[in-house]
């Protein structure tokens, strides 16, 4: 299957999940959110040039926007961490796994330390800035770090259960054409 379809489908499936079936669940609490659109954004492959990479996280955050009906809130947390995820695959991976070896960032062309930390880093700063977005004020301090972790604890329980039950082959790639 094709890089091109295969993200097409990805795409289309992430949107469905979360605003069809994660969107309608009640909040857990008053902490917790489940969200895992973003996971899409972390699935791109390596090659994907920077603006390639801005303009499809933007176009994924307005569909997320259009089904929640909360006009830029997603889009501009997908910005957020389609600007910030090639530094980080830098930080974490030397140039040449990242760029020749394998397509697309996942626990086997990575590693599962540097896959958690890349998976971990990004979950993070999303739902802080979502969190911060939607709250807009610094009222209850608790409260916002509370639902900062929670829900990213639930975030990165749901991104182990995908990558459990979709399992994705690390397609390695050679220098032959």
């Given at each position: 299957m094709s890089s091109l379809l295969k993200n097409t489908i990805r795409f289309i499936l992430f949107i469905l999940i979360q605003a069809y079936v994660l969107d309608k669940i009640y909040p857990i609490q008053e902490y917790i959110k489940p969200i895992l659109y973003f996971l899409f954004i972390l699935w791109l492959p390596f090659n994907i040039s920077r603006p390639a990479l801005l303009i499809v996280a933007f176009v994924f955050g307005l569909c997320m926007d259009y089904f929640s009906g909360t006009p830029g809130l997603h889009s501009s947390a997908c910005l957020l961490i389609a600007y910030l995820r090639p530094f980080i695959l830098n930080i974490l991976l030397p140039r040449e796994i990242a760029g020749t070896s394998y397509?697309?960032?996942?626990?086997?062309?990575?590693?599962?330390?540097?896959?958690?930390?890349?998976?971990?880093?990004?979950?993070?700063?999303?739902?802080v800035y979502l969190v911060f977005l939607e709250w807009l004020q610094f009222g209850d301090l608790l409260f916002f770090i509370g639902k900062i972790t929670l829900t990213t604890a639930l975030s990165l329980v749901l991104i182990l259960i995908t990558e459990m039950l979709f399992y994705r082959k690390a397609k390695y790639k050679t220098n032959t054409a």
């Open positions: 397509a697309e960032p996942s626990i086997k062309s990575m590693g599962f330390a540097a896959y958690g930390v890349y998976i971990l880093i990004l979950t993070f700063i999303h739902h």
